[in-house]
């Protein structure tokens, strides 16, 4: 997720990260719409969004899976009252970031209401990104809805429900997702659907688009995947068919009546800007996410990351505060200072609009500061 460097314009980013390390957005106290213009921003002071991986529990095996989840809660999982010094934490920041509560499965923890009303006790509007299992029933998305819960994310990889469930490992999965979604619209929940790019994926997204209308959908966060945990296995498109992909999600998401954004392919940008330009248009900006330059997340023990895709600790809420560590550890300074970055990326006339994703250089490299191999320039 690259959010621009805080010089930058900040018209050039919005949107936001969940499950697996990408998610939902909700409404900050400040009023601030997820999905919408964040307003302008210092990201060497606040970050945009803030996740914490809420447990790593889950009862799917999704073919994706960062964290390679499994049905069992860690022991040293963050206490219900660790994590509502976490909210608060997060309510120091200014302007409010966006809470996004991902998982693994957030439905595995027994506190999770009592979690989400104390979110916005302290002030900050918390969104969930629910796994599609049997725990999410249309009760437990009224009390979403009741408790004040911003946003719902679901996950939306197949158009059908054969091509979802054979992603996700788990039949019936499809189907309550759809449910969860209808149940959202009559109780007035908004929510969004998050839909990972691999080349299995990759033609069903005309269908998920048009199905993310039906739905009311107010974002569909594309995410383009990063070859960890369980991801390793899966085929990515080739960084010509990634440029070809993101040119029809930017005409796609010109003419839909809600937010398209990428998760981990910043390059989006870069391709919206040629396309506009092409076309005629006047250039405008386009939401794309990133790691460590406006985005931090929190593991379900409290170790705090750039992003679920990019482990590089910078230390735990456990002993440190959350802000000082955004603001002041060396992993996140160095990758909001661009000038450090190497390769084709830290060469690109682009590298201010986009910068690359972080977490892919990472996962490729073993250097966070490295180019993106999922770029098209680079790959030229």
Request: charged share 25%.
């Amino acid at each position: 997720m690259s959010h621009p460097h805080a010089r930058n314009p900040p018209d050039r980013t919005d949107g936001t990260h969940g499950s697996n390390g990408h998610g939902s957005g909700g409404r900050t106290s400040n009023g601030h719409a997820s999905g919408g213009h964040p307003g302008a921003r210092d990201y060497d002071r606040a970050p945009l969004v803030v996740t914490w991986e809420t447990s790593q529990a889950c009862d799917l095996a999704c073919d994706h899976c960062r964290a390679e989840a499994d049905p069992e809660r860690h022991p040293a999982e963050l206490s219900t009252a660790e994590a509502i010094a976490l909210f608060e934490e997060v309510a120091r920041f200014e302007p409010n970031p966006f809470l996004v509560l991902s998982g693994g499965d957030p439905l595995q923890r027994p506190d999770l209401f009592e979690l989400l009303s104390a979110a916005v006790d302290v002030g900050v509007t918390p969104s969930v990104t629910p796994a599609t299992t049997p725990r999410l029933t249309e009760s437990v998305v009224d009390r979403f809805a009741e408790v004040g819960v911003g946003r719902m994310a679901l996950s939306v990889d197949g158009a059908t429900a054969g091509r979802h469930d054979a992603f996700r490992g788990e039949e019936g999965t499809f189907e309550i997702a759809m449910r969860a979604a209808e149940r959202a619209r009559e109780v007035g929940l908004s929510i969004q659907l998050n839909t990972t790019v691999t080349a299995e994926t990759v033609s069903d997204l005309p269908a998920i688009a048009d199905l993310a209308e039906k739905l009311g959908a107010a974002m569909w966060e594309v995410f383009f995947l990063v070859p960890v945990g369980r991801g390793d296995d899966l085929a990515q498109l080739s960084p010509g068919r990634a440029r070809e992909v993101m040119e029809w999600l930017y005409r796609r998401g010109r003419e839909a009546p809600y937010r398209l954004i990428t998760v981990e392919a910043p390059f989006y940008r870069r391709v919206a800007h040629e396309v506009q330009l092409a076309e005629g248009e006047t250039p405008r900006g386009v939401g794309s996410t990133g790691a460590g330059n406006g985005f931090v997340f929190v593991s379900h023990t409290g170790e705090v990351y750039p992003s679920g895709f990019l482990p590089l600790s910078a230390g735990t809420v456990r002993e440190e505060s959350l802000v000082e560590l955004y603001r002041e550890a060396d992993v996140f300074r160095r990758l909001r200072d661009r000038s450090s970055f190497e390769g084709p990326c830290g060469e690109c006339s682009f590298l201010e609009t986009c910068g690359g994703s972080r977490s892919r250089a990472f996962a490729a490299t073993g250097n966070p500061v490295g180019s993106d191999p999922l770029c098209p320039w680079v790959a030229d």
